[in-house]
């Protein structure tokens, strides 16, 4: 256990960058206060389906993120196999269960033998190892586009060995956690590799792992994970993540283990994903967060130097409720001003 917190107690200068990078975007982020729940709703929902299809195409489906949706809308697809669409299925309900609960979600053992049980829970062919760590040795492969095995990452943790790892690795990270003295974002990003190392569970590690680091950076108050998907950015970097993990991972139990080259990777990636949840309130992006309406009548004041409330109703033929609704929407994000108080209320675009 020991080995856990070496590893991290001398980080590299350009990490600790990072770090500091995303925790100035972290403070920025307060999509929480000033978008609806109905924005927020639309935005998550997007991510379930983009990162479902990410995490499972990393590992070789073949899914894209159109037949997702049309597969979680009851729509048979026929030209995919059955294990593609039950993988699909059980990750996408067990992260809409991470992104609306965590709060009240435990990080332990029973909690990680839960959330594989889940996850694999439509997978005939996983019946028999749902929830239980590995009976028999794993190897790590990597898959190319075609959901093939073009090599051997790394070797993993013997089977018989696997319980006391876990043991290790769960009780260390949550004292670690737990004490502080450590940033979160190592401690997370050391719990991943080492999990990802030990490979504790037949088939399914890589996809857990993208979950419980949902679950574990929304603990950590990173509470835009739900609007923007890690695992479509891990997708998009898949090269990059299997070198950062062989790298890192072949020093494990070493007398010099060295995990930067992941946490480096680890780190870019949320970086990455907290500037993207920071833009979703830039004007540029103005229109994935708005509905219909709300966008119809954005671009309306956007034309119209001041309106009032009746102006707008009359000349977007939208009903004056509808109309009052998205004007507070758009008040609070801060993309038009309102002058004047009551019936005389005018509004305006905001001048940044």
């Known amino acids: 256990m020991n080995n856990l917190s070496k590893r991290i107690d001398n980080i590299p ?22 978008l609806s729940p109905q924005v927020l709703g639309r935005l998550k929902k ?3 389906i983009t990162s479902t299809g990410a995490s499972t195409r990393i590992e070789g489906a ?8 049309r597969l979680m809308r009851g729509i048979s697809i026929q030209k995919f196999t059955n294990r593609d669409k039950q993988e699909v299925q059980g990750y996408y309900e067990l992260l809409e269960n991470v992104f609306n609960t965590w709060k009240h979600l435990k990080f332990n053992e029973g909690s990680i033998k839960h959330f594989h049980q889940e996850l694999l829970k439509y997978v005939e062919k996983d019946k028999k190892h749902r929830g239980e760590y ?3 040795e794993n190897k790590v492969h990597m898959i190319d586009e075609a959901g093939q095995s073009i090599g051997i990452l790394f070797n993993t943790t013997p089977a018989f060995l696997t319980p006391g790892k876990m043991k290790d690795l769960i009780e260390w990270t949550q004292k670690a956690l737990e004490e502080e003295k450590y940033h979160p974002l190592l401690i997370i990003g050391n719990f991943l590799v080492e999990f990802l ?7 399914g590690n890589g996809r857990l792992s993208r979950l419980l680091t949902n679950l574990l950076l929304l603990q950590a108050n ?23 993990l062989r790298r890192s991972q ?3 139990d070493t007398k010099k283990e060295n995990i930067s080259d992941w946490l480096s990777f680890f780190l870019d990636i949320i970086l990455k994903q907290s500037q993207m949840a920071v833009e979703l309130l830039s004007k540029e ?8 309406k709300q966008l119809i009548i954005w671009r309306y004041i956007e034309e119209i130097k001041e309106t009032s409330t009746g102006d707008i109703t009359k000349n977007t033929g939208i009903a004056r409720p509808t109309v009052k609704q998205a004007l507070e929407v758009l008040l609070k994000l801060k993309k038009i001003e309102r002058v004047g108080l009551g019936r005389g209320a005018r509004y305006k675009k905001t001048l940044l």
């Open 13 to 34: 200068a350009d990490i600790i960058a990072k770090i500091a990078k995303i925790d100035e975007l972290k403070g920025q982020w307060i999509a929480g206060a000033r």
């Open 46 to 48: 997007s991510v379930l």
């Open 62 to 69: 073949k899914l894209s993120d159109e037949d997702i949706e």
């Open 134 to 136: 590995k009976k028999s």
């Open 197 to 203: 190392k030990i490979h504790p569970f037949t088939d």
């Open 222 to 244: 990173y509470l835009y994970m739900p609007y923007i998907s890690h695992e479509k950015l891990t997708e998009d970097n898949k090269p990059d993540y299997y070198v950062a």
């Open 250 to 252: 072949k020093t494990i």
């Open 285 to 292: 992006n103005i229109e994935k967060i708005l509905s219909e």
